[in-house]
């Protein structure tokens, strides 16, 4: 089984502050971990991803994410957030399935609110 | 925007009314999938298609019914919904096959309202 846990529905920056979106998951085998974004009315883009190479993984916009087994976290994190990073943020986790595809949990998201 | 494409953008229906979903991917992907995304709900995975077989029906009501007749293309047919299915509806492909490493590429989904 697997599961994925973001600890914030929502989160307020002001710009040029540091960017912090907390994920937990859970899963019965070596997963792989992804962010994807969501800005209004638009679909889910991938940000970044691990697949058990390196452990800090820097996707696009200047994101990245360290994967800690230890303490089974995938935080997201950018160190001085722009105003079109002001969207939704899902830490999704995926496993291979026996059935023969990809089993995929998404989180619930967390809402990032960038103040000017 | 990206390599998969969903029509209509937006479409609201009647109860009483049927209507189909679409979604084409230009990735030459092997996988493709449709999700429900509601208001403070996580993403719902509906249904899997890989290699154009259904490999997964996430105990989706009758009233959905998906269809792929190729690798490229999946339609998703409504058929007497209920308001509770209003939703943004994404359809997503990925290479295929058992690697939980694929990245899902998504649609810009369609905005369904049930009236």
């Known amino acids: 089984a697997q599961s994925v846990t973001q600890l914030d529905s929502h989160v307020s920056v002001s710009e040029g502050t540091p960017v912090l979106l907390r994920c937990n998951y859970s899963s019965s085998y070596s997963p792989s971990l992804f962010w994807y974004v969501q800005h209004p009315n638009k679909g889910l883009q991938l940000l970044l991803k691990?697949?058990?190479?390196?452990?800090l993984v820097k996707g696009i916009n200047g994101f990245e994410a360290e994967f800690k087994k230890s303490e089974t976290s995938f935080h997201l994190t950018k160190p001085s957030a722009h105003m079109s990073d002001a969207a939704e943020y899902f830490c999704v986790v995926s496993d291979a399935n026996s059935g023969g595809y990809q089993k995929v949990t998404f989180g619930t998201g967390t809402k990032l609110q960038v103040i000017p | 925007e990206t390599g998969v494409t969903q029509t209509p953008r937006h479409l609201v229906m009647g109860m009483t009314n049927k209507k189909s979903l679409k979604c084409e991917q230009h990735?030459?992907?092997?996988?493709m999938y449709w999700y429900k995304q509601s208001a403070k709900k996580p993403l719902e995975l509906m249904f899997v298609y890989s290699l154009e077989e259904r490999v997964e029906n996430n105990s989706v009501p009758s009233r959905f019914s998906p269809e792929c007749p190729n690798s490229s293309h999946l339609f998703l047919h409504l058929h007497t919904l209920q308001p509770e299915d209003s939703a943004l509806y994404l359809c997503a492909s990925s290479q295929g096959g058992r690697v939980s490493t694929d990245t899902q590429y998504f649609g810009p989904g369609t905005r369904l309202t049930v009236l």
């Open positions: 990735l030459g992907h092997n996988a």
């Open positions: 691990y697949t058990s190479a390196a452990t």
